[in-house]
């Protein structure tokens, strides 16, 4: 078998290569427009564009969305890579290789999304009737209904536990499986699983214009805590299983590399125990850093109130 194209001999399947592109696209124009629109404001020394609402100041700083839209591309680039047909292939042989494809969109390109803040440049990009399509639909009382839900499912608790059930369920061998054996299955369903309570998740750790998460600095210290633990904990099941567990595995008469089906397994527990915090820790280490500041910042402000 070919690793490097899929059944019908693309190297990333169409579909998600002309989505990909389409939402790089809209991006880029909405990004160029705003980084114009900024540069104007900030040579006539304003602090913020007051036609952008609930934007604060720090939000609407040129060099910020330079910064957004890097992130924005690396997540576009990372997710064709977890979609690319090598990936894809090895890792309906190579329990590890799919470990890998859901790093890749759980803790890479969710972050990277998160990050970038797209929906102001996706909504610039747009063209005007389809923006004007966009607003008709706010109006409809089945949009106003997908708002109310999306404000509870961003609660921090619902967050976490969404993030939780939909990574430990995916890995339940009748629901892996089940994936592993259905295509359909497993690229529209787990994976578009992931994706959403990975943006829920990492939505309650990363500023993304105009929402803001929901927690304070130590708040957001537990959700990555929280996060840390449960991927330690499922690594370790199934580093620490006494048998293979996935029968897609089992029934392949040899794996790529010599490896038996248990050390497989093994092996991709260990990129879940070790690669897979590291994305959490920088999280940890970033939270830590601005906690201390603002906690030193308001040391010297109660310094400098305090009568001498």
């Known amino acids: 078998m070919n690793i490097w194209v899929d059944a019908n001999g693309w190297p990333i399947p169409p579909l998600i290569l002309l989505g990909c592109l389409l939402a790089e696209s809209l991006f880029y124009r909405g990004w160029r427009k705003l980084l114009a629109e900024l540069e104007t404001e900030e040579a006539a020394e304003t602090r913020y564009l007051p036609s952008y609402s609930g934007f604060e100041a720090a939000d609407m700083r040129r060099s910020t969305w330079i910064w957004r839209g890097t992130f924005f591309l690396a997540a576009i680039v990372t997710f064709l890579l977890a979609a690319s047909a090598p990936i894809d292939n090895l890792s309906s042989q190579l329990f590890w290789v799919h470990m890998i494809q859901h790093l890749l969109l759980l803790i890479i390109v969710t972050p990277l999304l998160v990050a970038s803040a797209p929906l102001l440049p996706l909504w610039l990009g747009l063209p005007e009737w389809g923006r004007n399509c966009f ?6 009382r089945a949009a106003r209904i997908l708002y109310a839900l999306g404000s509870w499912l961003r609660q921090p608790v619902i967050s976490c536990a969404l993030f939780l059930i939909g990574i430990w369920i995916w ?6 499986d089940l994936a ?11 994976h578009t699983i992931f994706l959403v309570v990975s943006l829920f998740f990492w939505s309650q750790i990363i500023p993304s214009a105009p929402f803001r998460p929901q927690l304070g ?5 537990g959700c990555v805590g929280f996060a840390i633990i449960q991927n330690l904990v499922l690594a370790v099941l199934l580093g620490f299983a006494p048998a293979p567990l996935y029968a897609p595995y089992i029934h392949l008469n040899t794996l790529p ?21 590291i994305p959490f820790g920088i999280a940890l280490a970033i939270l830590i850093q601005r906690w201390l500041a603002t906690q030193s910042g308001e040391t010297g402000q109660e310094t400098q109130e305090t009568p001498g």
């Open 257 to 277: 590399g010599s490896l038996t089906t248990l050390q497989d397994q093994q092996f991709g527990a260990g990129f879940m125990w070790t690669f897979g915090d």
């Open 135 to 140: 607003k008709a639909l706010a109006n409809l």
């Open 180 to 190: 592993l054996t259905n295509d359909l299955i497993h690229d529209w369903c787990e």
């Open 217 to 221: 600095y130590l708040g957001r210290l």
């Open 171 to 176: 890995h339940w061998p009748y629901l892996y």
